[in-house]
């Protein structure tokens, strides 16, 4: 497909898929799909550094985001996004508050980017609609479930359960994200996962 028809022909899908998931008037997303930006970006690409500011949300065509925080000189991945997500650090783009999180790209990514301005304007017409605002409130609200579901997977649940939980939940995570980043989410080393995936491996086999 020619660049020129394939460009407009994924916005569309992209709005289609915003569309089922959140449900404007077509006008409404006809009146902003013009202010979203196309950038092809390579792997490790910073999008946000921690601490700063955010002005920009995300939706991702192609490609694979991670979130993460440096605690005490260590890099920790706590979260992942892929294709057809949106991501933006909520505190701080909503509030202008510094970002508690980097975004990085993992892999080479295509993404689609839209300003405060903008996603302002937006969110207006959507906390003017009582549906609209219901339906915004329980998207917060599953990634707020995402990291509370993260945070008391360390409390319940040994690395290994973790990591089957993982491959069941998320495989696409398991096939295509590096194991150092996988190791990072799971709070444990690299060396830890290569003998838990060794583990599991044997237990297979016997």
């Not at 898929?17 to 092809?40: A, D, I």
């Not at 838990?196 to 044997?202: A, F, Q, R, V």
């Amino acid at each position: 497909m020619r660049t020129e028809l394939w460009v407009p022909f994924f916005f569309t899908k992209m709005f289609e898929h915003l569309q089922n998931r959140f449900s404007f008037p077509k006008e409404t997303w006809g009146k902003y799909r013009k202010n979203f930006t196309r950038l092809e970006v390579p792997a490790k690409t910073i999008l946000l550094k921690e601490n700063e500011i955010s002005q920009n949300a995300y939706f991702i065509e192609k490609g694979i985001v991670r979130a993460c925080y440096n605690n005490d000189g260590k890099d920790v991945t706590f979260q992942f996004f892929m294709e057809n997500t949106m991501f933006s650090s909520l505190e701080s783009f909503r509030k202008g508050l510094p970002s508690m999180v980097s975004f990085e790209t993992i892999e080479p990514c295509v993404l689609w980017q839209i300003d405060k301005k903008i996603a302002d304007k937006i969110l207006e017409e959507v906390y003017e609609d009582p549906k609209l605002r219901s339906e915004f409130m329980d998207s917060v609200f599953e990634r707020v479930f995402d990291y509370m579901k993260h945070f008391f997977s360390f409390i319940k649940e040994s690395p290994q359960e973790r990591y089957l939980n993982l491959c069941k939940e998320k495989p696409n995570i398991i096939k295509r994200v590096p194991q150092h980043y996988i190791a990072s989410y799971l709070g444990i080393t690299t060396v830890h996962l290569s003998r838990i995936k060794s583990k599991i491996l044997k237990e297979k086999l016997s």
